[in-house]
C-alpha cells in the first residue's frame, strides 16, 4: 500500500502532465489555425491572378475565361479559400476534439484543379505536334507567365493542406494509447488495445 505521503508526490506529476498536455494541445490548435489561414492568401491570389489574366496582341485574344480548366482552378480557389476562412475560425474556437474534420476532399479538389491548369500550361508552353497544337506561350508569354504564377500560388496552398493534414493526423493520434504488443504462441507480434 501506498502511503499518505507517496499519494502527495505523485499529485503534482499528474497536474504537471496535464499542463504540459494543454500547453501541447495548445500548440497544435495554433498550428492547425496558421495552416488553414495561410491558404486563404494563396488560394486568393491565385484566383485574383488568374481572374485578371487575359492578354491581347496582333495573333488574337485569350482569357482565362476561355479555358475550361482555368475556369475551374478559379473556382477551386474560391470554394478554398471560404472553407479556409470559416474552419480556420472553427479550429480557434473552443470544441470538443471529438467533432468531425472533414476538410480533405477540398485538398483533392485544389490539387486536381492545379494539375489540371498544369497540363495547360505545359501544352501552351510546349505545344503538341502529334495533333498540330502549337506553343501558344511564344505569343502569349504574359498570360502564360500569369497563369505559371497562379498555379504556383494553387500548389502553395495544396503544400499547406499536406502539412495541416499531417498536424491533424498527429493530434488526432496523440490522444490514445499506444497499443500492448505480445507475442503470440506462433511467434508472432500482435497489437492488443487496452479496454
Known amino acids: 500500500m501506498m502511503s499518505e505521503a507517496d499519494k502527495q508526490q505523485k499529485k503534482p506529476a499528474a497536474v504537471g502532465e496535464d499542463a504540459m498536455a494543454v500547453d ?20 486568393l491570389a491565385a ?8 492578354q491581347e496582341n496582333d ?8 479555358l475550361t480548366a482555368f475556369k475551374y482552378l478559379v473556382f477551386a480557389n474560391g470554394v478554398c479559400a471560404a472553407y479556409s476562412l470559416l474552419s480556420a475560425f472553427y479550429v480557434a474556437m473552443r470544441r470538443p476534439s471529438t467533432l468531425s474534420r472533414s476538410w480533405s476532399v477540398l485538398t483533392y479538389a485544389i490539387l486536381a484543379a492545379g494539375t489540371v491548369a498544369a497540363e495547360i500550361v505545359y501544352l501552351a508552353y510546349m505545344g503538341a505536334e502529334k495533333v498540330t497544337w502549337s506553343k501558344e506561350c511564344t505569343a502569349f508569354d504574359g498570360f502564360c507567365r500569369r497563369a505559371t504564377t497562379s498555379m504556383g ?27 500492448i504488443t505480445f ?4 511467434g508472432l507480434e500482435i497489437a492488443a488495445y487496452p479496454c
Open 24 to 43: 501541447s494541445a495548445e500548440e497544435g490548435r495554433t498550428a492547425e489555425a496558421l495552416l488553414r489561414v495561410v491558404p486563404v492568401g494563396l488560394c
Open 183 to 186: 507475442l503470440s504462441s506462433k
Open 153 to 179: 500560388f494553387t500548389f502553395g496552398s495544396v503544400a499547406c493542406y499536406v502539412l495541416l493534414s499531417l498536424v491533424s493526423s498527429y493530434r488526432l493520434f496523440s490522444n490514445y494509447d499506444t497499443p
Open 47 to 54: 484566383m485574383a491572378i488568374m481572374l485578371r489574366n487575359s
Open 59 to 66: 495573333f488574337g485574344a485569350v482569357s482565362y475565361a476561355d
